[in-house]
């Protein structure tokens, strides 16, 4: 069993991690699309059986304004559009 684990550090108002994982066998039935979201201060695994993960975006910042809105301030829920570049590269290269 291949295992990723991604544990998210404390930025402020940053506090969206969203990946999408793929098996070796990318629009299989029987190996389909994962995603896992991660909230700030939160980690999350990622794991398959057989073959291997591909990450196929990656993003730590925010694109939505309810996932892991919990305890946050008003003002950083309210932009949408912001992401960190190199999200998809770090991730990949993990």
Same mark, same amino acid.
């Given at each position: ?18 990946l ?15 995603? *896992?979201?991660?909230?700030?201060? @939160?980690?999350? %695994? +990622?794991?398959c059986? =057989? ?26 829920? *309210?932009?949408?559009?912001?992401? @960190?570049?190199? %999200? +998809?590269?770090?991730? =990949?290269?993990?």
């Amino acid at each position: 069993m291949y295992q990723y684990t991604i544990l998210m550090e404390k930025r402020s108002g940053i506090t969206l991690l969203l990946l999408l994982c793929q098996h070796a066998c990318f629009l299989s039935a029987s190996n389909p699309i994962k995603q *896992t979201v991660a909230c700030e201060g @939160q980690s999350a %695994s +990622l794991s398959c059986d =057989t073959g291997f993960i591909h990450v196929s975006d990656a993003n730590y910042g925010r694109n939505d304004g309810s996932l892991c809105s919990a305890g946050q301030r008003r003002e950083w829920l *309210t932009n949408v559009h912001c992401f @960190q570049k190199t %999200s +998809l590269q770090t991730m =990949t290269t993990r």
